[in-house]
């Protein structure tokens, strides 16, 4: 089993920045790809970011590449997610998420390899 809290959301201004933290416990965190995904109002949850186990690939989705980064700190069994030049539409639930298989990347940027979540963090972008 695996427990993860994410912290760091907020309320903050088109442009600026936040940076989110997922704290995970309860399971080998060195050997598990971890991703983030976000869910905005009324819509369906969607990929945002993803690291390897190993730190050694890191992973986009189209909407966010360029202003966000994701990283991970394995003595701290924690992942990070960077945004800057945020956008209204950037608005969402985010949620982190860890890799159902140890060592594994396949299919990262896909909800269902993913059994273990996050209760998530809000961020509101206001224009």
């Known amino acids: 089993q695996v427990q993860l809290v994410e912290s760091g959301g907020g309320l903050v201004q088109a442009g600026g920045s936040l940076r989110l933290s997922c704290a995970a416990s309860g399971r080998t965190f060195s050997t598990t790809t971890m991703a983030w995904f976000r869910q905005p109002p009324g819509k369906e949850r969607e990929f945002v970011a993803a690291?390897?186990?190993?730190?050694?690939?890191?992973w986009y989705s189209d909407s966010v590449k360029g202003r966000f980064t994701i990283s991970r700190d394995n003595d701290k069994n924690t992942v990070y997610l960077q945004m800057n030049s945020l956008k209204p539409e950037d608005t969402a639930i985010y949620l982190c998420?860890?890799?159902?298989?140890?060592?594994?990347?396949?299919?990262?940027?896909?909800?269902?390899?993913?059994?273990?979540w996050g209760q998530g963090t809000q961020v509101t972008v206001s224009s």
């Open positions: 690291v390897s186990w190993n730190r050694i690939s890191t």
């Open positions: 998420a860890a890799h159902g298989i140890h060592y594994s990347n396949v299919n990262y940027s896909s909800a269902q390899r993913y059994p273990y």
